[in-house]
Nanobody
Framework: VQLQASGGGLVQPGGSLRLSCVAS????????IGWFRQAPGKEREWVSS????????YYAESVKGRFTISRDNDENTVNLQMSSLKPEDTAVYYC??????????????????WGQGTQVTVSS
């Protein structure tokens, strides 16, 4: 069972990045999914989630309107499209999957599986 995250990198303020997370060993479509981030010296922060099977999405206020979460069940993948990036978005981003109900989407302790993290740096 594994979640493999990719897509991080260095981007200028105002730029965009697309993070992806591929699941192996389990069917991601049966799981609630989430993205979290952790900046240096700060606690882990919830970013966005999507429930299953209804596909309802949830966003932290700090990213609402700029980030979009999606899933591709055929590819067993979850994505996070990030636009209008700001320096304060700089962090290691983690994907996670949660099979429990109800889906407490912003509670990191609820999630069963985690990806290894991918670094996003927003700087000029």
């Amino acid at each position: 069972v594994q979640l493999q995250a990719s897509g991080g990198g260095l981007v200028q303020p105002g730029g965009s990045l697309r993070l992806s997370c591929v699941a192996s060993g389990f069917t991601l479509g049966y799981f609630g999914i989430g993205w979290f981030r952790q900046a240096p010296g700060k606690e882990r922060e919830w970013v966005s989630s999507m429930s299953t099977p209804d596909g309802k999405t949830y966003y932290a206020e700090s990213v609402k309107g700029r980030f979009t979460i999606s899933r591709d069940n055929d590819e067993n993948t979850v994505n996070l499209q990030m636009s209008s990036l700001k320096p304060e978005d700089t962090a290691v981003y983690y994907c996670a999957a949660d099979r429990r109900l109800p889906f407490y989407y912003s509670n990191g302790e609820q999630y069963d599986y985690w990806g290894q993290g991918t670094q996003v740096t927003v700087s000029s």
